[in-house]
């Protein structure tokens, strides 16, 4: 008797399940495309300067 015929499919391994949006290599974030550390700088200290602002009001 042969086992492995009588189940079902098993499914693929050491994949994901789905596509993630922002992966690398696609057309939202590229491989050459580099994060730019002043952008994310910027952006931290404006989120914390709108973090106190709220506490303020």
Do not use: C, F, I, W
């Not at 789905?18 to 200290?45: C, F, I, Q, V, W």
Request: hydrophobic letters at 30%; zero cysteines; proline letters at 5%.
């Amino acid at each position: 008797m042969d086992y492995s015929r009588m189940g079902g499919v098993k499914p693929g391994r050491n994949k994901p399940r789905h596509a993630e949006h922002n992966a690398k290599g696609t057309a939202k974030n590229p491989y050459d495309k580099k994060s730019d550390k002043a952008e994310l700088l910027e952006r931290m200290k404006a989120a914390a300067a709108k973090g106190k602002q709220d506490l303020s009001a």
